[in-house]
């Protein structure tokens, strides 16, 4: 792709160029020196650890023939005859507006939902994926498992790629003939602006509960980046609330958006009924008409409802989407489920944060009888939220019959210390004792070990995962997988 410098700087709001050349032409942009080639514009960006504009020498020598930074960081910039340097007060916003130009405005021809809150996002925005397939709607899916157009996946790094990423795929996708984006919007994401200059069609606000405090600092924050989200809405878009979530009315006070709220409990525009549930699926009443969805676990009810409403706000037919809601099928690495040849049932479930773990944790009780044991694998991701390590630690010694502590991803940190942060909760419970142990692998085996006809394994954290990152190096490993061959190997 190429186009001229003019046409991508439109409506960038620029407080100074020195080597100005309109008619230069753009291959390409990026925000790392480290992957830029000929032609293209590096946009520099101050981050946490680093600031891009000391790579600006770097992102020249492999070919950038166009430089934005901010003003305040002059100081830093080495000026080179026929380099453009375009200075703007917020590099962030300015690549927003040049992104979209250098795609032509991918945002103006599909239409795009973000879906935003601690835990369900890419449950809703991929439950939308396949309900819109199932319509016969072309479109795009932006998760954390990757980016699929139609049924074409390209991995992807973070649950919100940078706004390059993502007007470079939409752009795909409506080449493909896409008309719907479903994004999930992180508040890492929002917070960083990697959704700067996007139209949204609509917002979808599942729930805001303890996570990520090591990136926000405080819950206040978490919850004002998640209602900025909002706030930026357009007056044509909708916002579409989780009325029984206890911020929903926090999430929208300044939105323009048109508000509609979903909800089992609390007085809401969309509502649904639960007959029946159980570890088969669920048996519901949805705007009148009884559904049976393969979906398990009442947060996945909450999703459906979503997913639901949403599809009604895009404007189809009730009809149709219940005709093709119960051909949903269940998301991998959320709440999956096996059962042995000897009638253990294993769970793999991503639950990484306190709420998560009380969602799939009430949905195992359901078919837990009396004599049945429920067994929980659990670990804490390094590198990440400290404070909520006790939260899940606790949840789990106080649910489940048998704790096993493992490690997650322990990134940079001391697994030992995870532990330590894991154990150090109070609790009415003290006879009970916790089993750790360093190696995940080991930690499953010995719950299989232990585990006897009909008891449940409960295997949390790492869901569709497909690796163990330890100190900077990804190890292959998959909860499932594992499970299924130490099954085997047991003869269980
Ligand atoms: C905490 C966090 O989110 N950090 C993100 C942030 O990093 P940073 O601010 O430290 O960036 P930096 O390393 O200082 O670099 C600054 C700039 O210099 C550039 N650079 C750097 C080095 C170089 O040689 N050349 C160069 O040009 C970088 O490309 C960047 O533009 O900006 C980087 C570039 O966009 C991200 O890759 C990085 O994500 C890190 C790896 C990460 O793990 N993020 C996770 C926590 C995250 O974003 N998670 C959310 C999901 C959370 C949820 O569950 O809801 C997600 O959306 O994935
Ligand atoms: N609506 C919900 N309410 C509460 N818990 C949920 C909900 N949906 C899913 N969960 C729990 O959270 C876990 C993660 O679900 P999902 O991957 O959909 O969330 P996410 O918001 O995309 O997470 P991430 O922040 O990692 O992208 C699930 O495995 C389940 O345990
Ligand atoms: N999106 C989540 C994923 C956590 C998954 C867990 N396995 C971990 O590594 O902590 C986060 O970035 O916090
Ligand atoms: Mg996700």
Known sequence: MKKLLKDVLKKVYVLKIIGKNPFKFIEGISMSSKIVKDNMIFVAIKGKKKDGHKFIIDAIQKGANTIICEKSSFSFIPIHKHITYVFVSDSM???????????????????????????????????????????????????????????IKYPTTHTTPNIIEINKYLDISIQKGCKYAFMEVSSHGIHQKRIAGLLFQGGVFTNITHDHLDYHKSFDHYLSTKRLFFENLSKKAFALINSDDENSHQIIKKTLA????????KNSNFKIEILKENMNGNQLLIDGHQILTYLIGRFNIYNLLASYATAILLGKKKENILKKIKYVKPIKGRCEQFLSNSGIHIIVDYAHNPDGLKSILNTLKIIKKNNEKLICVIGCGGNRDIKKRSLMGK??????????????????EDINKIFNDMKNFKSYLNKKSILTFVRREEAIQTAIQIAKKKDIILIAGKGHETFQEIKGIRYSFNDMKIAKNLLKTYNK
Not at 134 to 140: A, R, S, V
Not at 258 to 265: A, L
């Open 258 to 265: 048109k508000t509609y709220f979903y909800g089992i409990k």
């Open 93 to 151: 916003e300015a690549l927003g507006v040049i992104s979209s130009n250098f795609y032509d405005h991918p945002t103006k021809k599909i239409k795009l939902i973000g879906i935003t809150g601690t835990n369900g996002k890419t449950s809703v925005a991929t439950i939308l994926h396949q309900l819109f397939s199932k319509m016969g709607e072309k479109n795009i899916l932006i998760s954390t498992m990757g980016i699929k157009i139609l049924s």
């Open 395 to 412: 949840i789990v010694y106080e649910t489940c019959d048998i704790s096993i502590f493992t490690s997650d991803n322990p990134r940079e």
